[in-house]
């Protein structure tokens, strides 16, 4: 049994939801008991869908079990065919399902059902959301690709490729669609599918046309593009086009399995990061500290673009999707951090109060950890929240992508200049540590939210440390206080770090500026 | 016309002694399971945790029926089965012991522990009545441990707060049979709510007033054959039974929703406890001239509307009372997902007999008839919401009754107010 408050993945048959959601004319039977139609509020209020999630749920009960619940799933998969007279159909069990053992996949071969029917085994007792999405859109294309339509000779034609991964309660996967589109677009290369999302099951039965596969999001499609390289020898790019550097590397890949020109698509004047990132106004972004945490694709992309785009420095690095654990060790190698791999949350805030970092790049769980300890934060990965779908258009892949990933990034982080003056005006009572950065919330002047802010429990290393054992000298604690409060933890620590290397029995004026000495970069 | 038919495909009522004809249907379920209980219970009782035992679904449901993740560290948490505790690898009791050993140490402030039943662990017949005897054993009397199901193959929703306060039933101190006469309100309300009505009874003269849930888990009100139970919530059913058991009398009233609702409501208690009816009149007549005005801010928007109830909460009954009597709006179709007749008879009695009564739910045919209703506002879960809006429907999260303060004179405004914001946003947006 393991202990949880927050899960940053759901079950697996939500994976499974959501590529029968973003998909059109599939429908999933779902051998479940009532209540777990709560997942389709995920679908109508998180993403906004203005349709239901096609989902049949056979909604069993407890005097039903060791009765009917088979009869029940027969039923209800008769129903769903006939009423969303669907093109095709995937039908599985939820965790509690699964323990009745009814056998969907079974179950449905021993009916005439006018459309096909996709078992799905989802382990639900092993496996999570994502591997559930990655395992049910590999058995949707393993089950309805015709392997007769396979790509044409290329003379005469434009080269076409498949775009695979883009799913319903993705991160920000509408809108990169849009960016990938412009650039194949631009390469002369013709989309013959985009698929989960929007594609029919009859779509995905030219699967084979392609000449090339191109992995958006390896979380959810890699599993299936390894099956259409071996069916269909179908070359896979797979190199994620998030941020300026990884854009040209995938433009560059793509131009040269396509034998098409790259020169265009990577003269997009619109990518204003470089120039952002240069001018001088940025230069506080350099080395600022950053903790980097999501699914390992736009983990790993986020600490690529920190360091080698915006020139920050990585202080921490991890994912909570073990499955693509190796991609986060060698990246953390890279970055020569320890790889955090958990799906624990109260982990991940142990880890991030240890690093101090002056910034948190995470998921909308670490958003909270990161208000709880008054840090600035940017979300860069799921799971999901209303916010991350935002009215405009947002992408984080492509040139576009890599401008609004420098908006998001940058915006929450004290300012340039707004951070000298907070250095040295430390003893203004506008700048008092509670006060924080003008243009976050907390700043308002209000003070029933600065008592709140107050009573969070802070935990001692950022707030104000007790006096560890006379250690410190009182004229130096005091010079401690006038360093900015977010890297007052790390300062303190390095100090004491610092003290106890050099055998100093006391911390003075002295010890702090030697330490600060050793350590400055 | 609304002749209360029985679809093809549904079970046949069970006619004779019903006073009411209800359409009762079986299919598809859009609602929560008991489980979503604790996103209230456990701010309720804040002495309290509660430990689901359950899967990652059920994990999930909290996280996302929470909405967002507004509590940085909750009352509540899912002890998640892995493959080993299925496999026998590991025993599940031993593997609880652990958990909650673990949960104790790090939160000392906890007082009593519910464990709660999911659908996983009432499926393999983890017995948690077993555990917690045998964990309260070891932690009483600093944490007391407690055990019930949220599971949804058991329990609706709001039915996971009946088998919560159910299982505080037996907890409760024995109250002499010669102790004096005693007025117990039965289910959560939101805390000023409940201070509201204490209030009112003070001012009555009813002075042995207790309340369960208390706000702190650990000091519950006594029951005994002296005690007259005043339900707040339309889902007490288990509850209610519970009581009894101990000797306790049900008031029979109507629930206190609107001016009328809550006069009603308080004074089926005061005439138990033989208030004098001038008295009554004096104490209750401020409030209740407050709540018709409140209500009447919002009778413009509603009269003459037609509304639908998708089942959810079992509150629909009662609420759709409200609607007609006091706002004169038409139900058209009154879903729940149970129907306790006993309870809710006074409030069957006041629904205008054009009103299509429905007990469970087919949830395809059910929208397939509000399409055909086409009723002014249906109210409904978050999952069709959103797709019914998108077809044209305006509509009203029912889980909002639920989580909002509805009950009382107080706040009868407030309660008229939900049902006519979605109609007054449909006419005021121009995009």
């Not at chain 1, 997009?268 to 694709?297: C, E, H």
């Not at chain 2, 004779?16 to 929560?32: H, M, N, S, T």
């Amino acid at each position: 049994m393991q202990l949880s408050v927050w899960t940053y993945e759901g079950p697996p048959h939500v994976g499974a939801m959501r590529i029968a959601t973003a998909m059109e004319g599939l429908h999933y039977v779902l051998h479940a008991p009532q209540g777990d139609t709560y997942a389709d509020l995920l679908f109508t209020m998180i993403e906004r869908r203005g349709k239901r999630p096609p989902v049949t749920y056979t909604t069993f009960e407890a005097r039903d079990l060791g009765k009917d619940t088979a009869q029940l799933f027969q039923d209800a998969a008769t129903e769903a065919a006939e009423r969303f007279k669907p093109e095709a159909m995937i039908v599985g069990a939820s965790c509690t399902a699964e323990l009745i053992q009814d056998d969907p996949g079974g179950l449905i071969e021993a009916m005439d059902l006018p459309c096909p029917a996709i078992p799905l085994e989802l382990p639900s007792y092993q496996r999570k959301e994502n591997w559930g999405a990655a395992e049910t859109f590999y058995q949707v294309v393993r089950h309805l690709a015709d392997k007769n339509v396979t790509r044409e000779p290329r003379e005469g034609r434009k080269a076409r490729a498949n775009i695979l991964g883009p799913t319903a309660l993705g991160f920000r996967h509408r809108d990169d669609l849009v960016e990938i589109r412009k650039i194949i677009e631009t390469l002369d290369v013709e989309i013959n599918l985009v698929a989960p999302l929007d594609a029919r099951p009859s779509d995905i039965a030219r699967i084979g046309a392609a000449d090339f596969n191109i992995v958006l999001y390896p979380e959810i499609a890699d599993e299936a593009a390894r099956w259409l390289e071996r069916t269909f020898k179908q070359p896979t790019i797979r190199t994620i086009p998030i941020g300026v550097s990884a854009t040209r590397a995938f433009i560059s890949d793509v131009a040269e399995v396509a034998g098409a020109d790259p020169t265009p698509a990577l003269g997009d004047n619109q990518s204003r990061m470089p120039w952002w990132s240069r001018s001088v106004d940025s230069t506080y972004l350099t080395g600022k500290r950053v903790f980097i945490f999501g699914d390992a694709t736009h983990a790993v992309a986020a600490a690529r673009i920190a360091r080698d785009e915006l020139g920050f420095e990585v202080c921490g690095l991890g994912c909570y999707n073990r499955e693509f654990a190796r991609e986060v060790r060698e990246a953390a190698k890279l970055y020569g951090v320890e790889p955090l791999i958990t799906d624990d949350h109260l982990a991940v805030e142990e880890a991030i109060i240890e690093a101090a970092p002056e910034m948190v790049l995470g998921t909308q769980m670490e958003r909270h950890i990161a208000k709880r300890l008054g840090m600035p934060c940017a979300v860069i990965s799921s799971p999901v929240h209303v916010q991350d779908f935002p009215a405009r258009h947002s992408p984080q892949m492509g040139f576009e992508g890599a401008n609004v990933i420098f908006d998001s990034w940058v915006h929450p982080l004290v300012m340039g200049l707004e951070e000298h003056l907070l250095t040295m005006f430390r003893e203004d009572f506008e700048f008092s540590d509670e006060a924080g950065a003008s243009h976050h919330a907390a700043h308002s002047p209000q003070q029933p939210a600065k008592a709140q802010v107050a009573t969070v429990a802070v935990p001692e290393d950022i707030a104000e440390p007790a006096n560890d054992a006379n250690l410190w000298t009182s004229e130096a604690e005091r010079e401690l206080k006038k360093i900015p409060f977010f890297v007052r933890g790390k300062a303190r620590r390095n100090t004491e770090a610092f003290a106890i290397d050099q055998g100093r029995a006391q911390i003075d004026l002295d010890t702090l500026y030697d330490a600060k000495a050793h350590y400055a970069r | 016309m609304n002749a209360p038919v029985t679809l093809p495909g549904c079970s046949q009522p069970d006619s004779a002694q019903e006073a009411r004809p209800v359409l009762r249907e079986r299919g598809q379920r859009e609602v929560f399971c008991g489980l979503t209980g604790i996103v209230w219970l456990h701010r309720k009782m804040q002495d309290a945790f509660f430990l689901v035992v359950g899967s990652r679904t059920c994990a999930h449901l909290l996280q996302s029926a929470a909405g967002v993740m507004i509590f940085a560290e909750p009352r509540f948490a899912t002890a998640i089965m892995e493959e080993r505790d299925l496999a026998g690898m590991v025993d599940a009791q031993d593997e609880l012991d652990r958990v909650v050993t673990r949960l104790l140490d790090r939160r000392p402030d906890i007082k009593t522990l519910f464990l709660v039943g999911s659908c996983p662990s009432e499926v393999i017949k983890l017995d948690l009545a077993k555990a917690a005897e045998r964990l309260g054993a070891q932690h009483m009397p600093n944490v007391r441990i407690l055990n019930y199901s949220g599971s949804g193959i058991e329990t609706t929703f709001t039915q996971g707060e009946d088998a919560c306060v159910t299982a505080l039933v037996p907890v409760m101190p024995a109250e002499s049979a010669d102790a004096p006469k005693q007025l117990l309100i039965v289910g959560a309300l939101p805390d000023i709510v409940e201070d509201q009505f204490l209030r009112l009874f003070d001012q009555l003269g009813i002075d042995n007033v207790g309340v369960l849930p208390a706000r702190d888990a650990r000091n519950l009100p006594p029951v005994g054959p002296n005690t007259c139970y005043l339900l707040a919530q339309p889902f007490l059913a288990d509850t209610a039974m519970a009581l009894e058991g101990r000797g306790a009398k049900r008031i029979d009233a109507l629930f206190p929703f609107g001016a009328e609702g809550t006069t009603g409501w308080l004074h089926a208690a005061a005439a138990e406890f033989g208030i004098d009816e001038a008295h009554f009149n004096a104490v209750v007549a401020p409030g209740r001239e407050r709540a018709k005005r409140a209500i009447g801010h919002a009778r413009g928007a509603l009269e003459g509307k037609r509304i639908s109830f998708l089942p959810d909460s079992q509150l629909e009954i009662p609420l759709a009372r409200f609607l007609a009597t006091e706002l004169g709006m038409e139900p058209v179709e009154v879903g729940t997902p149970y129907l306790h007749r006993a309870h809710c008879a006074q409030e069957l009695d006041l629904i205008p007999p054009s009103a299509r009564i429905s007990e469970g739910q087919h949830v395809d045919r059910q929208l397939d008839r509000v399409r055909a209703d086409k009723p002014d506002l249906t109210v409904c879960g978050l999952g069709l919401a959103n797709p019914l809006e998108s077809e044209g429907f305006s509509t009203k999260w029912a889980i909002e009754l639920v989580f909002s303060p509805i009950h009382g004179f107080d706040q009868a405004g407030d309660l008229a107010e939900l049902f006519a914001r979605p109609l007054r946003r449909r006419d005021v947006l121009e995009v």
